[in-house]
């Protein structure tokens, strides 16, 4: 690799990483808000949360990397297009074609680095990330110490008053609504949690439990206690049961290797088929678009509107093959074996097209009527923001 080479390497590299970074934070952000009822709703600590938030990552990561050598690619090829670089390469034999290497070198790099996190470490991270959900759905515990607060769970709801620092529940209120026909209500001055042999014990001490069957207008029972062992282990998450893993939580070696006996029907086996094409198609994506801002803006441009035109026709083309292979890869390939060849065909197509583009054995233009609307838009845009 020459100089010019490692230059644009460098340049592009650098780019791809601080869009990567950027993007990845935003979504991750939007994507932490969400998993926000983890701690607030569900009383996990800080940790749980940042922790479950963060194995979205690797996921996250796979979605925006393509877009993110897309948006390097066009800032580098518009940064050297304004510097008048791209005018001096073009004169001096660097053609397009040429400048294939040094951003074939980055882009394969990323593209391996899609892969092994697609086929690895995003299965991995999906896995934890549904046990780390499951087991924070079900820390009952955790569900139900908070103060002045009424939580539902499973059937039940529970309301404390005061915890006190040595354990001691005050002001204790416990229903049991799981059968519709029949409503159970424990009220308890005080209690505390005890850790049997048999698991989790709530003792309730002074209190009262009042029994109501055929709805509200029905007479009561109520039955006061001393002391009262209330079963939370019928609350929690038997840990012999087996988590339902969906097709994106499994590790690439167990959907590959999934027997037809296995699956739950035809549409299981669908997903499964849908989501192993996914993980297959997701690194050919950077190459497609760094090929098509390639293309695009890989000639030296003297007017604004040809470069605006040429940027307006990049984005189209990196939205339309997108949209494509997500339909492929989400649909297609989930209901039939065929949409297999065009989730891949999508990709490599758009690969090969715009590599024949530049290298001059094919010509792409959009038409002129929406060339000359794009171009009349740009203008009109970029005027009224030099007015404002």
């Not at 970074?21 to 983890?38: D, Q, S």
């Not at 040429?98 to 680095?113: C, D, E, M, W, Y």
């Not at 074996?337 to 792409?364: E, K, Q």
Request: net charge positive; with cysteine; hydrophobic share 50%.
């Amino acid at each position: 690799m020459n100089l010019v080479s490692r230059y644009i390497a460098r340049q592009f590299g650098f780019a791809f990483l601080v869009c990567l970074v950027v993007l990845t934070l935003l979504a991750w952000m939007v994507g932490a808000l969400r998993e926000f009822n983890v701690m607030t709703a569900q009383g996990q600590s800080v940790l749980v949360f940042l922790a479950i938030s963060s194995l979205a990552l690797p996921a996250l990561m796979v979605v925006v990397a393509p877009l993110a050598v897309f948006l390097a690619a066009v800032w580098l090829l518009q940064r050297l297009n304004a510097g008048s670089e791209l005018v001096v390469l073009n004169a001096a034999g660097y053609s397009p074609s040429r400048l294939i290497t040094p951003f074939a070198g980055i882009t394969g790099l990323v593209a391996a680095g899609i892969a092994a996190v697609t086929l690895y470490i995003q299965p991995a991270s999906q896995h934890e990330l549904t046990a780390w959900r499951v087991a924070a759905a079900a820390d009952v515990v955790q569900h139900f110490l908070k103060e002045g607060q009424f939580t539902a769970l499973r059937g039940f709801t529970f309301h404390i008053r005061e915890r006190q620092p040595d354990g001691t529940l005050l002001g204790i209120f416990v229903q049991d609504a799981r059968d519709k026909g029949k409503t159970k209500t424990y009220i308890a001055g005080t209690g505390k949690i005890v850790d049997t042999a048999t698991g989790l014990v709530l003792v309730l001490n002074n209190g009262s439990l009042q029994q109501q069957e055929g709805g509200a207008s029905s007479d009561a029972s109520i039955v006061t206690f001393e002391q009262y062992q209330f079963d939370l282990s019928q609350l929690a998450r038997d840990d012999n049961d087996a988590i339902n893993y969906k097709p994106r939580d499994r590790y690439t070696s167990e959907l590959w290797n999934a027997q037809p006996s296995e699956m739950k029907g035809p549409a299981e086996r669908g997903r499964v088929r849908g989501e192993l094409v996914d993980r297959f198609t997701a690194p050919l994506y950077p190459i497609a678009f760094m090929l098509i801002a390639l293309a695009a803006l890989g000639q030296a441009r003297t007017t604004r509107q040809g470069r605006a035109s040429a940027i307006g026709f990049a984005i189209l083309s990196v939205v339309v093959v997108r949209i494509l292979g997500f339909i492929a890869t989400q649909s297609l390939s989930v209901h039939s074996v065929g949409g297999v060849y065009i989730a891949f065909g999508v990709p490599i197509l758009t690969s090969l097209i715009y590599l024949a583009v530049i290298t001059g054995h094919l010509r792409l233009s959009l038409p002129r009527g929406l060339t000359n609307w794009y171009n009349d838009l740009t203008s009109r845009l970029a005027n009224r923001a030099a007015r404002a």
